[in-house]
């Protein structure tokens, strides 16, 4: 019964391609998020979605796509691979704090993509 | 700018000594404080979390931390590590109003225990 999941762990691809990761959380959350973590360990958030509806979308190539079908999953699309983004990328998710601030969020157990 | 400053980079303790990992947070309004941590290829763990009341918060495997307005720190803590504990350390704030559901991270310490 996990509660933030995601598919793949492990991403090994080409430069060039396109691929997607999958995220899923059973808590009942509106919100969630995509983080991601360089080689240096430093975790940045990439998108935030509250009822599929994206609130945050930080400084991010339009090659990344979030894809939110429902409120329990938060897709991301990567168009066009390139070397940089060889990085772990953790989904998270949480309730959408009472007050328009920060609740607590759950993570993932990460997919570390690798881009050759 | 919101920001989380986690000075020490990387830190070795023994087992069985005591621990503390310092965070300092820069944040106009009132921050929301996390730790989190994150075992070798794992995914991130709340520690414990500070919205408001009680500035010492204990949270989850015996560690605790203070809030001090006064010098923007949010430091963690444990009396006795455990070689269970060796994993990175992340502290983040995050939002009350404003960007909602923005959570900055800390850069991360490294804790490695001694046997």
């Known amino acids: 019964d996990t509660a933030v999941s995601q598919t793949p762990k492990y991403l090994v691809t080409q430069m060039g391609n396109d691929k997607s990761i999958k995220c899923e959380q059973n808590?009942?959350?509106?919100?969630m998020y995509w983080y991601k973590q360089d080689s240096k360990k430093f975790l940045k958030i990439m998108f935030s979605?509250?009822?599929?509806?994206?609130?945050i979308n930080e400084t991010v190539p339009n090659r990344f796509s979030p894809k939110s079908p429902d409120k329990a999953h938060l897709n991301l699309h990567i168009n066009s691979l390139e070397l940089g983004d060889s990085a772990v990328y953790f989904c998270?998710?949480?309730?959408?704090?009472?007050?328009?601030?920060?609740?607590?969020?759950?993570f993932g157990p990460g997919t570390r993509l690798t881009v050759l | 700018a919101q920001s989380v400053t986690q000075p020490d980079i990387h830190i070795t303790v023994s087992e069985g000594a005591s621990l503390e990992l310092r965070c300092n947070y820069s944040y106009g309004a009132t921050p929301y404080l996390f730790w989190y941590v994150q075992s070798p290829g794992q995914g991130l763990q709340l520690l414990l979390k500070?919205?408001?009341?009680?500035?010492l918060v204990q949270g989850i495997k015996g560690f605790e931390a203070e809030f001090k307005r006064s010098q923007s720190s949010f430091n963690l803590r444990k009396p006795s590590v455990h070689w269970s504990d060796a994993a990175e350390y992340f502290c983040?704030?995050?939002?009350?109003?404003?960007?909602?559901?923005?959570?900055?991270f800390g850069k991360g310490t490294k804790l490695s225990v001694k046997p």
């Open positions: 500070y919205f408001s009341g009680d500035t």
């Open positions: 808590l009942g959350h509106d919100t």
């Open positions: 998270a998710s949480s309730h959408h704090g009472t007050s328009g601030g920060t609740d607590t969020q759950y």
């Open positions: 979605y509250n009822n599929k509806e994206l609130i």
């Open positions: 983040a704030v995050g939002s009350l109003g404003g960007s909602q559901g923005n959570l900055i």
